[in-house]
């Protein structure tokens, strides 16, 4: 049973060309330190429902080719964390010549 103190979070989506890991605080997406207990809330939700839709990116992605590794999740209020670590989702950006 969810607590009704819960947080949303998004965990960062991960570029292999670079060591950069990002986590969305809010609305703007932060270089992340890679300290579970430093991630911001990307939405506070005072219950969560059956089913979640997440919003993980919306923009341009120039200069953004590479792959990337999504996870979101959420934290109970007592502390347990559950995210889709075992199942993220791959998304490759591709750059297409001008």
Do not use: C, H
Not at 3 to 29: C, H, I, M
Not at 48 to 71: A, C, F, H, N, R
């Amino acid at each position: 049973m969810l607590d009704k103190r819960q947080r949303f979070l998004s965990p960062p989506p991960t570029n292999f060309g670079s060591q950069v890991t990002y986590t969305r605080n809010g609305e703007a997406w932060e270089i992340w330190d890679g300290q579970l207990d430093s991630l911001p809330s990307a939405e506070y939700y005072r219950e969560l429902p059956k089913t979640q839709e997440v919003s993980v990116y919306q923009g341009s992605l120039i200069g953004m080719p590479g792959d990337w590794i999504v996870m979101v999740g959420y934290r109970l209020s007592g502390g347990v964390l559950v995210f889709n670590g075992l199942e993220p989702i791959y998304v490759t950006v591709v750059a297409v010549p001008q």
